[in-house]
């Protein structure tokens, strides 16, 4: 799985009669970031547009892992099933799968340089 970037804009008109969709609230959400900047620039050239306020989300995509690293399968009943925890993480969070019938641990997404995952419900980095 990886961590995608989406923008989610709300355009609001003064009337639905100014407005091009015949309401007064269009939402919608864009992955492409020229997409957004199209949407800015007719929202600000329009002048019944009274507020256009957009913001950041992001979305997980992909299929979670199927089996451990060491070829065990997650599916099946509740003998192979892993525990499941979540790695909050500046980078949105890693889903964390904990092998039924081995040691191994998986995350997902991989953690990268520019991660900073936290295990302490204090937010920070445990010291080891
Ligand atoms: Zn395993
Ligand atoms: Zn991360």
Redesign the pocket.
Known sequence: MEWRTRWHITVRWDRADNSPAGVTVVERVVEIPAELRLMVNAARADPHVVAFPYRRVRALVGDEPQHCRNGHSYAGGSATRPVRDW?P??????LVLRCARCPDVRVD?V??A????STASDGQRPTA
Do not use: A, E, I
């Open positions: 790695l993480c500046s980078c949105g969070g890693h997404p953690v990268s520019d991660c900073n995952p």
